[in-house]
Every structure is written in C-alpha cells, then in structure tokens.
C-alpha cells in the first residue's frame, strides 16, 4: 500500500518568508495529491491539490510542485503571514483510490 | 450549503464504556470517510462508505469499533468497549461521486479515562 512520508515536522520562519514543505509517496500509480491545512481546534481544509498529469500548479501565495520520477511533491507559501500558522499534511490515494494516506503534518510557525 | 456536522464535539467517558459519533456528510455526497488523529499524529484512515456500503474497512483498528451508515445520509461510528488509546479526535469527511477533494468535519474530540 501507499506510504507517504512528510518533512519537516515542524518549521518556522520569519514573516515574509517563504516556507516549503516536502513529502515522498511510494506508489507510483497514485495521481491525485492534495494539501490540507488546519488552524488550531478546526478542521482540516483542503488548500490546494494537483494531479499526475501536471509539475506545478499555483494559487496566489501558495504551490505545490510534482516529481513524479522521484515520487516527491512540495508546498511553497511565499510571503508568509502569522495566518499561515497551522498544521500542513499532505496526502495520496492508496492503491485502488479510495483509502487516503495522510503524512504525519508540518506544524508551520511565522513569526510576527 | 451546509458543510460536514459531526456530533458531539467533545466526549469524555470512562474506560470499559459505549461511545457512539455521529457525521452527517453533505447532502448528495456518495463518499464518507472516518479518520482518526491521536496525540498530534498523523490522520489515520479507519473507513470508508459509498452509500451505504463500506467500500474499505482496513484501518478499523479491532472489532471494538462498529461504523454504519444507514440509508446512505448520516453515518455512525460506535466504540465499544472504549480504551484508553482510542482517545483522539475522529474526524468524518464527504466528497461527491466521482470527486477526490474530501471535505471534513470539525471532528470528535474522544478522550477515554
């Protein structure tokens, strides 16, 4: 089955920075890979997602890119703001596509 | 539209006791999801349903836990007996047929004494 391994497990930077947060899959069927955030005490919100067919995709502040022949995809948040403070996971689908496969979180800090 | 509802919000019971969750998915969603995150770990499938069929069961962790879903709407996850390492915050997601963004409830918080 899929594994899907995150790091680091907690990151802090200055406002205004950038933060990047990498996790490793290890089924190389999956295509499907989405990004969760979780503000203290609320749910998990999906903030962006990408699919095999594509390296990169963008939404203003955040992205994520795809290695598919590594098998690695990342988080970048530029201009960091205190808001961005939450737990970040990645995940992927299991074989067969119904089981998700969350990484253990980032528990990113910025820092006013 | 409404989003996920999941009830209650927190429940604290002894060891040894019955516990029962409930998530209401959003309406028309096929997909419900049961998840588990213990101690700032990560998110652990436990099952997932289309309708009211469970589709994968593989991550319920031992036959103390029971997931139904009647009629396809609302779905429960009953926990008993509980034990102290089934505290954590059980969380329930929906997504439509055909989709694969998963939209979560607010979750459980389980605290097992």
């Known amino acids: 089955g899929e594994n899907v391994e995150q790091h680091p497990s907690t990151l802090s930077v200055q406002e205004g920075d950038s933060a990047v947060i990498k996790c490793t899959y290890s089924?190389?069927?999956?295509?499907?890979f989405p990004w969760y955030k979780q503000e203290l005490g609320k749910r998990p919100q999906l903030i962006i997602d990408?699919?095999?067919?594509?390296g990169e995709k963008k939404d203003q502040r955040i992205a994520v890119t795809l290695n598919k022949t590594a098998k690695h995809f990342s988080l970048h948040i530029t201009e960091t703001q205190p808001e961005d403070s939450a737990v970040y996971f990645c995940?992927?689908?299991?074989?067969?596509?119904?089981?998700?496969?969350f990484g253990a979180g980032t528990r990113l800090f910025v820092k006013a | 539209e409404a989003g996920v509802t999941q009830f209650p919000s927190h429940s604290v019971i002894e060891k040894g006791q019955t516990v029962t969750l409930r998530c209401d998915p959003i309406?028309?969603?096929?997909?419900l999801y049961w998840y588990r995150r213990v101690m700032g770990k990560e998110i652990k499938f436990l099952l997932h349903?289309?309708?009211?069929?469970?589709?994968?069961e593989s991550g319920m962790p031992n036959n103390r836990f029971l997931a139904e879903r009647t009629g396809g709407t609302y779905s429960t996850l009953k926990v008993q007996p509980a034990e102290l390492e089934d505290s954590g915050v059980y969380f329930c997601?929906?997504?439509?047929?055909?989709?694969?963004?998963?939209?979560f409830g607010p979750g459980t918080r389980l605290t097992v004494l």
């Open positions: 997601a929906s997504s439509p047929q055909g989709r694969n963004e998963q939209f």
């Open positions: 089924d190389s069927a999956s295509n499907y």
């Open positions: 990408i699919r095999s067919n594509v």
């Open positions: 995940a992927a689908p299991d074989t067969g596509g119904f089981k998700t496969i």
């Open positions: 309406s028309g969603h096929d997909n």
């Open positions: 349903f289309v309708k009211e069929s469970k589709q994968d």
